[in-house]
């Protein structure tokens, strides 16, 4: 079987689950905000996973917030920033290729404080333009309240030129989240040398329990209490502790720190299989492949079949994709995403996601090509647009 959905979600670390196996025999269950010695243990070992963590995206540990998961941290961010923002910095920079947590809340600013959006352009490859991102800091200058621009695109794997983005946002003295999801936990990332202003981390994208999650801010006193509880989290974010989800994010987060030198040899197999499927099929198109991207991810498309036809193959060989997003998986149209980077309907409807982890290889990547080859060899008798 191979699980190709990990930018879905990641199934659980095989550490993570021997580390929970044994974690349910433990008397150690508690209330962490008690003041006896069991809550305290509890509570300790929450700033231990804090302070590991921290080490792995490099920030300080008063930089980061533990929640449930990036739409709650986007959320938070956007509420944070865009709730109080004074009333003469009235626009957001985003992009078009955004997951959809991000548009949906800033329509909810826009509606609910007048906000103004602006969109970076793109390339064809997904990659937002730099000059296009000056060309909108020089046209709006003072006014801008936040930008908002992904690390890594979920569907393409694209990664972004955020670390330009951040300096350039220093410059014009703006404010920079970076949803950074898709790259923490599948690349290199640092949340002090990125310069970005506030980030995110899901628990289920690096193999830890899901409903778990953190908030980076680089001013935390920026942040401000957006679920009303006691004084956990230091106020910003009430309700008990998921210590136990976090205890998982600190074991997946070491795990990949450990590891993550295979990343080289998954970008290498994954090149060489993308190479194969194109030379065997020289219709096959793997969307954003002129550009840097996450080590484990193909969108790959042969014109004409349909990417849902070509999934429900793949099943049948034990091998498990998506189509594109996961949220739009049951959707067979070229996504908001892939027509933003002006890909034509044949190439979007076809596309299937194959988004594999540091613990894949060759050995992967053979079986999927012969499963691939057999099915596009199949269904192209049948094309079905
Ligand atoms: C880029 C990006 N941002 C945000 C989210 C939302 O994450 P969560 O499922 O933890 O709420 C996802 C999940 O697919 C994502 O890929």
Same mark, same amino acid.
């Given at each position: 079987?191979?699980?190709?959905?990990?930018?879905?979600?990641?199934?659980?670390?095989?550490?993570?689950?021997?580390?929970?196996?044994?974690? %349910?025999?433990?008397?150690?269950?508690?209330?962490?905000?008690?003041?006896?010695?069991?809550?305290?243990?509890?509570?300790?070992?929450?700033?231990?996973?804090?302070?590991?963590?921290?080490?792995?995206?490099?920030?300080?540990?008063?930089?980061?917030? +533990?929640?449930?998961?990036?739409? !709650?941290?986007?959320?938070?961010?956007?509420?944070?920033? #865009? !709730?109080?923002?004074?009333?003469?910095?009235?626009?957001?920079?985003?992009?078009?290729?955004?997951?959809?947590?991000?548009?949906?809340?800033?329509?909810?600013?826009?509606?609910?404080?007048?906000?103004?959006?602006?969109?970076?352009?793109?390339?064809?490859?997904?990659?937002?333009?730099?000059?296009?991102?000056?060309?909108?800091?020089?046209?709006?200058?003072?006014?801008?309240?936040?930008?908002?621009?992904?690390?890594?695109?979920?569907?393409?794997?694209?990664?972004?030129?955020?670390?330009?983005?951040?300096?350039?946002?220093?410059?014009?003295?703006?404010?920079?989240?970076?949803?950074?999801?898709?790259?923490?936990?599948?690349?290199?990332?640092?949340?002090?040398?990125?310069?970005?202003?506030?980030?995110?981390?899901?628990?289920?994208?690096?193999?830890?329990?899901?409903?778990?999650?953190?908030?980076?801010? &680089? !001013?935390?006193?920026?942040?401000?209490?957006?679920?009303?509880?006691?004084?956990?989290?230091?106020?910003?974010?009430?309700?008990? @502790?998921?210590?136990?989800?976090?205890?998982?994010?600190?074991?997946?987060?070491?795990?990949?720190?450990?590891?993550?030198?295979? #990343?080289?040899? #998954?970008?290498?197999?994954?090149?060489? +299989? $993308?190479?194969?499927?194109?030379?065997? +099929?020289?219709?096959?198109?793997?969307?954003?492949?002129?550009?840097?991207?996450?080590?484990?991810?193909?969108?790959?498309?042969?014109?004409?079949?349909?990417? @849902?036809?070509?999934?429900?193959?793949?099943?049948?060989?034990?091998?498990?994709?998506?189509?594109?997003?996961?949220?739009?998986?049951?959707?067979? $149209?070229?996504?908001?995403?892939? &027509?933003?980077?002006?890909?034509?309907?044949?190439?979007?409807?076809?596309?299937?996601? %194959?988004?594999?982890?540091?613990?894949?290889?060759? &050995?992967?990547?053979?079986?999927?090509?012969?499963?691939?080859?057999?099915?596009?060899?199949?269904?192209?008798?049948?094309?079905?647009?």
């Amino acid at each position: 079987m191979i699980y190709a959905d990990y930018n879905g979600s990641a199934p659980l670390l095989p550490v993570v689950r021997e580390y929970l196996k044994k974690r %349910i025999d433990t008397e150690i269950y508690a209330n962490p905000n008690a003041i006896h010695s069991i809550g305290q243990k509890v509570f300790q070992g929450i700033e231990k996973c804090r302070e590991v963590i921290a080490e792995v995206v490099e920030c300080y540990p008063d930089q980061l917030y +533990f929640n449930s998961g990036s739409s !709650e941290g986007v959320s938070h961010i956007l509420f944070s920033v #865009l !709730e109080y923002a004074p009333k003469n910095k009235n626009i957001v920079i985003t992009s078009p290729i955004e997951h959809a947590v991000i548009p949906k809340a800033l329509k909810f600013y826009q509606e609910r404080r007048g906000f103004k959006l602006e969109m970076v352009d793109i390339d064809d490859n997904g990659v937002v333009l730099m000059n296009s991102l000056e060309k909108l800091f020089q046209k709006h200058g003072e006014t801008i309240a936040l930008v908002t621009i992904m690390a890594v695109n979920n569907e393409t794997g694209v990664i972004q030129p955020y670390e330009q983005i951040a300096k350039l946002c220093q410059q014009y003295r703006v404010e920079f989240f970076c949803d950074t999801t898709q790259l923490i936990g599948k690349g290199d990332f640092s949340f002090r040398s990125s310069g970005v202003d506030y980030a995110v981390c899901s628990g289920h994208k690096v193999g830890a329990l899901t409903g778990t999650g953190f908030v980076m801010a &680089k !001013e935390p006193t920026k942040l401000k209490s957006h679920v009303f509880g006691s004084t956990q989290e230091k106020g910003l974010r009430g309700g008990t @502790q998921h210590y136990i989800g976090v205890e998982t994010l600190a074991i997946a987060l070491s795990d990949f720190q450990t590891h993550k030198s295979k #990343l080289k040899n #998954l970008s290498e197999a994954r090149l060489k +299989f $993308e190479a194969k499927m194109k030379k065997t +099929f020289p219709e096959v198109v793997v969307v954003g492949d002129k550009v840097p991207r996450l080590a484990g991810t193909s969108l790959m498309s042969y014109p004409g079949i349909h990417g @849902q036809a070509v999934q429900i193959e793949l099943e049948s060989h034990d091998i498990f994709v998506t189509t594109s997003a996961a949220c739009s998986d049951n959707q067979p $149209e070229t996504s908001a995403v892939l &027509k933003a980077m002006a890909i034509n309907d044949d190439v979007g409807r076809g596309v299937i996601r %194959i988004s594999l982890s540091y613990s894949h290889g060759d &050995k992967d990547y053979l079986q999927l090509e012969d499963a691939l080859t057999s099915i596009y060899t199949k269904l192209k008798k049948i094309k079905s647009f």
